[in-house]
């Protein structure tokens, strides 16, 4: 059984940075290709950020890109996403998902079958 626990979520001032993580254990984290999506209160989860097995693909939606970064370290089972230059309709829950079944960056939400359970970042203005 794979598991994603997300962490450091937070309050955070505009234009600030903030990093969320997210561990994973059971299964084979080096194969499997990563994603962050959010989700602000009463819209649709939407995708932020995915990476391909080794963390060298990255995809990004146009909202954020040039501002997070999503990086996997294999090591560590882990996958982060840094986020700078924060903006308030950055606001929502962060998951981070697995797609355990594509070594492929992907941006397609049914692409992932395990998911974290999210962490909230809130962007002050």
């Known amino acids: 059984q794979v598991q994603l626990v997300e962490s450091g979520g937070g309050l955070v001032q505009a234009r600030g940075s903030l990093r969320v993580s997210c561990i994973v254990s059971g299964g084979t984290f080096s194969t499997y290709s990563m994603g962050w999506f959010r989700q602000a209160p009463g819209k649709e989860r939407e995708f932020v950020a995915a990476?391909?097995?080794?963390?060298?693909?990255?995809y990004y939606a146009d909202s954020v890109k040039g501002r997070f970064t999503i990086s996997k370290d294999n090591a560590k089972n882990t996958v982060y996403l840094d986020m700078n230059s924060l903006k308030p309709e950055d606001t929502a829950v962060y998951y981070c998902?697995?797609?355990?079944?594509?070594?492929?960056?992907?941006?397609?939400?049914?692409?992932?079958?395990?998911w974290g359970q999210g962490t909230q970042v809130t962007v002050s203005s």
């Open positions: 998902a697995a797609n355990t079944n594509s070594d492929v960056a992907m941006g397609l939400i049914y692409s992932y079958d395990y």
């Open positions: 990476c391909n097995w080794n963390g060298k693909d990255t």
